[in-house]
C-alpha cells in the first residue's frame, strides 16, 4: 500500500491529452513539492517534473505538473507512443523522520 | 556530465551477505545526497534510505531501518548498500539516486534528479 494514491492504468489515443492524479495528505503533498517520474520499460526512472510544475532541461513541454491542497496532476499533451510508460509520484514525507514517499505508479498505454 | 555508475547484477544465497556499489562522476559528490530505491519484479518504486558523503549523515525509510546499511565513501565518490543476511524477499532491481534536498518556508524540496542503470540482486536457494 503506497503512501501516495496513484490510478494503477491510464491510457489515450496519440495526440490525446491525459492526466494522472496523484493524492497525498497534509505530511506530504499538502506541505512539500511534488515530483513526477517517467519510467520507459527495461530503464531506470527519469525525473519528469519537479516542484510541481518545473521541468528539467530536456523534458519536453507537452509534460507539466499541477498541485493543489493535498493532491497533484501531471498532464500530458499531444499524446506519443513514446509516452508509453510507467509514471510516479514522489514527495518529502514529513512524518516519523522524514522520508520520500512514492506513488504506486499510473501504466500509461497509448491505445 | 553527472554520471552514477552501479555494480553488476548479483546471484546470492539466502543468508549470505552483499554490498553493492554507485559511483558518482562529474559533479561534488559530497555535495549532495545520494540514495536508494527498491524496485521488486513487476513492482513500484520504494524508497529506502539516503546519505550525505559530506558528512555521512545518514537517514533510513523506516520500512528499511536495520533491514540494510547505506554508507559512503567520498575518497572514491562512490555509495554502498548492504546487506548483512539476505532473504528472498530481497530480489529486486535496486537504483542508487543523486537527490536535490533543499527546505524553506514553503517546505521540503527533494527530488531524484540523476539515477544509476540500476543493479539486479536475486536471491535464491
Known amino acids: 500500500q503506497s503512501v501516495l494514491t496513484q490510478p494503477p492504468s491510464a491510457s489515450g489515443t496519440p495526440g490525446q491529452r491525459v492526466t494522472i492524479s496523484c493524492s497525498g495528505s497534509s505530511s506530504n503533498i499538502g506541505s512539500n513539492t511534488v515530483n513526477w517520474y517517467q519510467q520507459l520499460p527495461g530503464t531506470a526512472p527519469k525525473l519528469l517534473i519537479y516542484?510541481?510544475?518545473q521541468r528539467p532541461s530536456g523534458v519536453p513541454d507537452r509534460f507539466s505538473g499541477s498541485k493543489s491542497g493535498t493532491s497533484a496532476s501531471l498532464a500530458i499533451s499531444g499524446l506519443q507512443s513514446e509516452d508509453e510508460a510507467d509514471y510516479y509520484c514522489a514527495a518529502w514525507d514529513d512524518s516519523l523522520n522524514g522520508d520520500v514517499v512514492f506513488g504506486g505508479g499510473t501504466k500509461l498505454t497509448v491505445l | 556530465e553527472v554520471q552514477l555508475v552501479q555494480s553488476g547484477a548479483e546471484v546470492k544465497k539466502p543468508g549470505e551477505s552483499l554490498k553493492i556499489s554507485c559511483k558518482g562522476s562529474g559533479y561534488s559528490f559530497t555535495s549532495y545526497w545520494i540514495g536508494w530505491v527498491r524496485q521488486m519484479p513487476g513492482k513500484g518504486l520504494e524508497w529506502m534510505g539516503i546519505i550525505y558523503p559530506g558528512d555521512s549523515d545518514t537517514r533510513y525509510s523506516p520500512s528499511f531501518q536495520g533491514q540494510v546499511t547505506i554508507s559512503a565513501d567520498k575518497s572514491i565518490s562512490t555509495a554502498y548498500l548492504q546487506w548483512s543476511s539476505l532473504k528472498a524477499s530481497d530480489t529486486a532491481m535496486y537504483y542508487c539516486?543523486?537527490?536535490?534536498?533543499?527546505?524553506?518556508?514553503?517546505?521540503?524540496?527533494?527530488?531524484?534528479?540523476?539515477w544509476g542503470q540500476g543493479t539486479l540482486v536475486t536471491v535464491s536457494s
Open positions: 539516486a543523486r537527490h536535490y534536498v533543499a527546505y524553506d518556508s514553503s517546505g521540503y524540496y527533494c527530488w531524484l534528479d540523476y
Open positions: 516542484s510541481n510544475n
